[in-house]
């Protein structure tokens, strides 16, 4: 059997305005609002790394310069923190400009994600890749990154993220249908919905921000027409290679059921920074007595 070629590349979509947390991204990009003190990104880009990805292409779109800017050195700020003897903060700045090869590409026209992925196909070639949201946030104590590519390695084709969702929640996400398989967290994906009208989901079953794509998915999307919303959907994309192995599949989806923090929204971004401060050994003492007392007090206040 031929072996199949190990995943290097990480692929993360970045080039959405950020609407839903105007005025704050009105000339910061979403995805630098910082996560206690890292901006969001630079979780992804970690996860990446963890999962052995070492080359990392980010699609980005108009006034994402601050992007670049975060994982490059910063000579000057660096200088400054080295004559203060400040070593600890030296290697937290040093560290992001150590995670990955960084490499840069614009997307131009916002058509959607699979427009985004599209526009990494130079940059991949021929290999399977990896694409990461931003908007998801994945504890590194639950390596689904690392499950996924080990799925992919044994199976081949695609495999997508799949998170079981509240019925009344499953139209706010792509939808799979999907059929056991002998691992109890990997399922056949046998059809995708993108953001199903409700009562209509095939399953509870949710696409969350983590693919692990054959490069045939490519082809797919360059004659994939704009679905919902008048964007090219990675989903109708997928649910080609679903439904017909012989363009590129199969199509895996694993189950993940651990800790998974949500940016996109503003709430859920508030409950993210409040779950990962707790969880700090040097912040979460203090911050969960400062929290318990909030809370009792709140409860207290007619």
């Not at 990675?234 to 923090?261: C, I, Q, W």
Request: charged share 30%; proline share 7%.
């Amino acid at each position: 059997m031929t072996a199949r070629p190990r995943i290097s590349k990480a692929v993360i979509p970045a080039a959405g305005l950020g609407t839903r947390f105007l005025p704050a991204t009105k000339a910061t990009p979403k995805e630098m609002l910082p996560v206690v003190d890292k901006p969001a990104i630079q979780y992804v880009v970690e996860e990446a790394k963890a999962a052995g990805l070492s080359d990392v292409l980010m699609v980005t779109g108009r006034n994402k310069r601050p992007l670049e800017d975060h994982f490059d050195r910063n000579y000057e700020l660096e200088s400054a923190l080295l004559k203060k003897g400040d070593e600890d903060r030296l290697a937290r700045v040093q560290e992001s400009s150590d995670l990955a090869t960084m490499h840069y590409v614009r997307q131009g026209d916002p058509k959607g994600l699979g427009h985004a992925v599209l526009c990494a196909a130079p940059h991949v070639g021929d290999e399977p890749f990896a694409v990461l949201l931003g908007d998801d946030l994945i504890d590194p104590r639950d390596p689904l990154l690392q499950r996924m590519v080990d799925v992919q390695a044994e199976h081949g084709g695609s495999v997508v993220a799949l998170m079981e969702v509240d019925p009344e929640q499953i139209h706010l996400y792509g939808c799979a249908a999907v059929e056991p398989t002998a691992d109890g967290d990997v399922v056949k994906v046998t059809d995708l919905v993108e953001k199903p009208a409700k009562g209509e989901a095939p399953s509870h079953y949710a696409v969350i921000g983590r693919y692990v794509l054959d490069a045939s998915v490519f082809g797919v999307l360059r004659t994939t027409e704009p679905g919902r919303g008048g964007e090219i959907q990675l989903t109708d994309a997928l649910k080609h290679l679903a439904e017909d192995p012989s363009l590129g599949g199969p199509v895996h989806g694993v189950v993940f059921k651990g800790r998974r923090y949500d940016t996109g929204d503003r709430g859920d971004y508030l409950r993210a920074i409040v779950r990962l401060a707790c969880e700090r050994e040097d912040l979460g003492p203090e911050f969960r007595t400062w929290l318990r007392g909030y809370v009792t007090e709140e409860m207290q206040t007619p």
